[in-house]
């Protein structure tokens, strides 16, 4: 496994786009009423846990701030999981899709927890070079849509 380069390049982020990408396509066919509740709740949720990355990616010179925004981002992927289950319970979302949001949520969950378990992995000690190497990446986002 290479080492990353920029937060697009780690394999959770890539898994929480989906999440994110899926969310939206199935949010997009909710009632109208549930436009300022429900699905802007799971959508804002959903967004954020690759937001959230991105600041840890940002913050790898500060193990502890690194440590902070992957718990951020831990927890909006636990929020989502909630909304999955609040749209199965109104009958929004099917148990199937249900059930596929939710593998999907707790992959990148389980991914999560690895990244914290294994901070100092991803934080360097010389951290100019930490700080260069992600600026110069992040300017060259590979970007596969």
Known sequence: MSYAQSF????????????????????????????????????RASRSIGAQLAEAWAKRRYPKHFLS????????????????????????ITREEAQSLGRLSKEVGKMLGEMMN???SFCGTDSSNILQETAAADLDLDLDF
């Open 69 to 92: 925004k992957l718990s951020d981002a831990d927890g909006e992927n636990l929020e989502t999981q909630h909304w999955i289950i609040v749209a199965l319970d109104d009958g929004y």
């Open 8 to 43: 697009s390049d780690l394999e959770v982020y890539k898994r929480a786009r989906t999440l994110r990408r899926e969310v939206f396509a199935i949010s997009q066919r909710f009632p109208r009423e549930e436009s300022y509740s429900l699905t802007d709740q799971w959508r």
């Open 118 to 120: 294994n901070a100092d």
